[in-house]
């Protein structure tokens, strides 16, 4: 698998707008991208610093993913995302080593990227995207 850079990290959150002020004022981040991907339930945003992008995600509905994820966990960190070159291929190459996948084929996601979750189960607790920019 040829991971080219780490895309980006998604933390998750509760109130998508308060987050917003918290990375432009304190921490001098732009939001630069606010979208819903509505079959994940979610509304990201995107801040960049550097190569790597931040990525904010709130829930839109109660039942959704990521409200999910904070009623268990709580707000943070929520996935680290690596860009490959061949997502489908990634995907092969995970499973044939024994990786079980969230996703066996790529659905879309933020920012024209297609993407596929590797399950936490199998890569030492840490929930992983693996992304493709769509041409």
Known sequence: MELTHIEHIGI???????????????????????????????????FKIGQT?????????????IAKFIEKKGEGIHHIAYAVSNLKEALKEAESKGIQLIDKEPRKGA???????LHPKSTNG??????ELKK
């Open 53 to 65: 992008k931040i990525e904010l995600l709130a829930s839109t509905e109660p039942d959704g993913p």
């Open 111 to 117: 920012e024209d990227f297609q993407i596929s979750f």
């Open 12 to 46: 998750a959150v509760k109130n998508l707008e308060e987050s917003i002020k918290f990375y432009e004022s304190v921490l001098g981040l732009k939001c630069y991208s606010i979208k819903e991907v509505k079959d994940q339930k979610v509304r990201t945003a995107f």
């Open 126 to 131: 840490v929930l992983i995207e693996l992304c």
